[in-house]
């Protein structure tokens, strides 16, 4: 998609005409943070998505009543250190 420079002027003019002159920096902004964090949830390595499906895999190892012992431990550990 080849956008030229008057299709470029002719964009920004009917968003300058729709927006007004006092919102338009900020929704570039926001539209810039956007693609920003879309870029990077594509460059993510995926660390966080294997750590959570490891401790998946480890509670559905354990039995349910287990599992709730532990998480009340580290609850009670978590609370401990704040």
């Known amino acids: 998609m080849n956008l030229g420079w ?11 005409l729709i927006f007004g002159p006092s919102k338009l920096p900020s929704l570039g ?8 964090g879309f870029k990077k949830g594509l460059t993510d390595d995926g ?3 294997r750590e959570a499906n490891a401790q998946l895999t480890q509670n559905a190892e354990k039995p349910l009543n287990q599992q709730n012992v532990q ?3 580290e609850e009670k550990e978590l609370s401990k250190k704040s």
């Open 6 to 16: 008057t299709e470029i002027l002719l964009i920004g003019g009917i968003a300058l």
């Open 71 to 73: 998480q009340t431990q």
């Open 29 to 36: 902004r926001s539209m810039g943070e956007a693609i920003r």
């Open 47 to 49: 660390s966080a998505e």
